[in-house]
């Protein structure tokens, strides 16, 4: 009796559903970091206004405010 070995077909469908999950996975990556950058740039609107008892409070000074108004908004 002889044994004959059967390979499985490996990779045999097409890469549809990984390319898709791979857009989703894009797709919600950036949705995510959209997000973040409206949600930095609304904080940061908000800092001039605060006086400086208000910053004291948050445990923040007029400097950290400054420093942090001089970022751009992607940068965290």
Known sequence: MSYTA???LIN????RNSSAKRGTTLARSIARTL????SRARERRVFPVL???????????RWDVE??????FWRG
Do not use: V
């Open 12 to 15: 045999c469908q097409s890469d």
């Open 35 to 38: 997000r973040l950058w409206r």
């Open 67 to 72: 420093r942090e108004l001089a970022k751009p």
């Open 51 to 61: 006086d400086d008892r208000d910053l004291n409070d948050m445990g923040l000074s």
């Open 6 to 8: 059967h390979h499985p």
